[in-house]
């Protein structure tokens, strides 16, 4: 008997609540963002008057109307909470509006006149690459001597792996509602993934102290990183307008807002130079992996790291050298997504070995097993960590066993030899989730294997 | 004439009125989740694609008897509840002795771990639900085929697929059936009083005619107001686009509409049949039709689509239309004076433009029975599997008399503005041998024939690709 979630009980008869199941009184007012149509440009006009006048609209607020800092950067301080002067992606929020219903809200924004004029923009990596428009100095993490170790080598390999963007769709889209309390107080019940910085940042766009601000998550419908730190969006929105109104305010995304406005996964772009000898056995490893981070750093930096430190999979490589280059676009801010960078990270890897198996005409099973890590030597990353309680030979054992991978690859070959048009897969694959660096209260250093 | 409608929620006769506050097109998911007590219905699309919105509406049939389905509840209009019963999620649990019971299908969430973060789950347990009182011990496909209008980001399906076989065990018995007396007799209390409907608001009209002669003066009177059947396309224009429809005739009431008969050659479906009814009825006698219905939009969207409605907007990826050209099937068209028959190759002119004066009705769709020997098939190429829309479909069929092609029909969706048929490679391909050489030189007539477009669902040559193949996977299917 499985042991029961702590809320299926009320998820099951709708009664768990989430943000937009809150009872709110009748002061309750309706949140709107108006967001940038253009790409990157200056704004040019921007009308707020007929607006303004329309009955049952109660706030009408852009970026001068901010007490605080026009800043929700979560690292660094390169996310304006309103668009300035200049846009830099379509759905970066310029205007908010505060309504007594969403009917309102929507008239509202239909009398709202925005001009660009409109600049060059970023809209995929290659372009990015090409300009060279970093979001931060390239980083770098090598062991040994790649490219002494690729020319002695037998084989060399080069190509390049793409990955896409991924949107979260959690069910329930960015919502928050704050309610006014004493003198500058809020209660923010804020659908995040990480309460204590979307605190911090209500704090700054209103400039009073955290100690005003509580936020508070019951529940949440579904993040999967995209409430890691964009979850704080709706929430400084929406204070701003309850600051502004001194009465409760509500947002909750409608779906199309939702993903036009928020980042996605981080697309990749990961180049590579192997060097291997007749068995598959990999001496020398250039990666160069370039990643979208979209028009602001967010966590872009640290996803990168995460895809560096993953780079490895499960292989041991003696020369290796990874370098990492995340790029600024004119899309929304790329973010948090399950994996934080080390699904790409790991893709490269894999889809190396597999090239280098299909070149020699092997299994890529076969590869894998003699690249794996070491136990009592070739035991170090490339980051200079040692993996412990090494159980990667002993899995692989029992999983090619239990999933009677030889015969069953046998008769997958002996299908598409006969088959013109219909071909079957297997594929063995390792997968390293490394709990590391980045966040050092997190490290905890051991490696474990998943088999797929 | 009567100005309200009816319908049964929480065991009672629920009667709405329209004016100012109360739009005839609110849909049945924002007057839910306006009330204090059914907030347990979510919103996580308004545009019918994730299934958390879904509710049961329970439906009196001749048989005298209660038929449940889950639909979309946002996707709805309440008068279209008009005469049935509406049940949520919060329905299911009862309350006893300080005791909150669960329904069986919730109980089975619960113990097998359905829900992770729970947004899905009360739009996943009203669609089992519907399973639970209409299918005893489901297979797995039947399953998957009633949850494939929900989706869940969080538990990867096993355990809820789990959950739903556990569940449907009983027979259908459950707390529902030992109310059912009561149900039926709240239900027949509004039919029996039920008139057409007519409710006017300082912005809008909305009529609901209980026949098809009162439709067609209406629709005479008024060619310009917007029709709605199942209401899945329009009803996304307020939903999404937040248009005020300012006059609408609901043609979901009408029972003449909704009727199936057949001659030994022909099948005739009423243009008002949902999609799920004609799937059911295509099963044996027109296997691609069948098909064609299988991998349409998810179980909920054809609960409430229809024939009428997918033909009505005369869309190049409607996915019936490439499927009714192989079949050569015919559509009656009605107005107040006259009644028509156009063939299928004849209906749509262009861009969503079809063939009906704006006075007209589509009443029928008339499918004649393949010659024995035909060959008909669908395609349907998309990003998934369900849910989604076609990028390219086809409509096949073929006759093959003493090794020769005798007749074929090749129709494509979303390859032009209109579902078109090939007319160079099915003329290449007419009186030759059924070869896949002679199937390879029609593939390459097939492209002077279209120049598709590159949209959000992919790019012109994959298009162009993907049609051609489509013909190439009909001959390995068929060839011996
Ligand atoms: C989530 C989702 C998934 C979908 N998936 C698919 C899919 O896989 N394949 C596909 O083809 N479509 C799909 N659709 C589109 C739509 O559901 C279908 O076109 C459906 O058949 C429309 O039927 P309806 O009765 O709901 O139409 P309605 O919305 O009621 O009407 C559609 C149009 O037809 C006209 N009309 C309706 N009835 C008549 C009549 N009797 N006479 C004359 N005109 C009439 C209306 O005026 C309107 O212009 C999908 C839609 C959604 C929301
Ligand atoms: S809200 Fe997504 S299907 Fe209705
Ligand atoms: S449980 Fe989270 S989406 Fe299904």
Redesign the interface.
Known sequence: ??I??D????????????I??I?VNSQLLIGRIVYSKCAHGKIKTLDLEAAKKLQGVHAVLCYKDIPGANQMGPVIHDEPCLAADEVICVGQAIVLIAAETE?IA?AAEKLIRIEYEEQEAILNLRTAIAKNSLLAPARTMKRGDADAALKKAKHILKGELETGAQE??????QSCLCVPGEQQEITAYSSTQHPSETQAIIAEVLGVGKNEIVVETR??????GGKETQGNWAAAWSALLCNATKRPVKIRL???DDQIITGKRHPYLIQYEVGFDDVGKISALKFEQHADGGCATDLSLAILERAMLHADSSYFIANMEVIGKAYKTNLPSNTAFRGFGGPQGMAGMESVIDRIARFLKKDAVDVRKINFYGIDKDNITHYGQEVELNRLDTMYEQLMKSSDYRSRRKAVDEFNSKNE?YKKRISFNACKIWYIVYYVVFKSGRCFGKYL | MQQTISFVLDDKIQTLAFNEQLSPTTTVLNYL?NS?V??????????GD?G?CTVAIGELGADGKLHYHAIDSCLVFLPMLNGKQLI???N??QRGGGE?I?HP???E??????????????GI?MSIFSLYKTENNPTKEIIEDSLTGN????TGYKPIIEAAAKACVNNGVDFFTKNEKHIIGLLTQIKKDSQSVDIETKKQKYFQPKTKAEALELRDKKPNSILISGATDVALRVT?R?DLLEEIIDLSHIEELKKCTRTDYVIKFGAGMSLEEVKKVSKNELPALNEALTVFGSKQIRTLATFGGNLGSGSPIGDTLPVLMAYNADIKLQSVNEERIVNMNNYVLSYRVTARKPNELITKVIIPKPVAGTIVKFYKVSKRKDLDISTVSAGFSLLIEKNKVSAITLAYGGMAAITKRVAKAEAFLMGNEWTRENVEQAMELIAGDFTPISDARSGAEFRSVAAKNLL??FW?ETHH
């Open positions: 008997m499985n029961p979630h809320s299926a009980h009320k998820h099951v008869s709708g009664q768990s609540v989430y937009d199941d009872q009917e929507i979260h769709w959690y069910l329930e889209t529940r949440m419908g579904g993040g999967f409608f779906r199309d048009f | 989740r204090p059914h907030k347990g219905v979510k919103e996580g699309c308004a545009e994730c958390a949520t999620v919060e299911l649990m909150e669960l299908v919730q109980k969430m619960v113990e097998c771990n359905g829900s992770q973060c729970g947004y899905c789950t009360p347990v989706l869940c980001r969080c999404k937040h190439l996977k390995n």
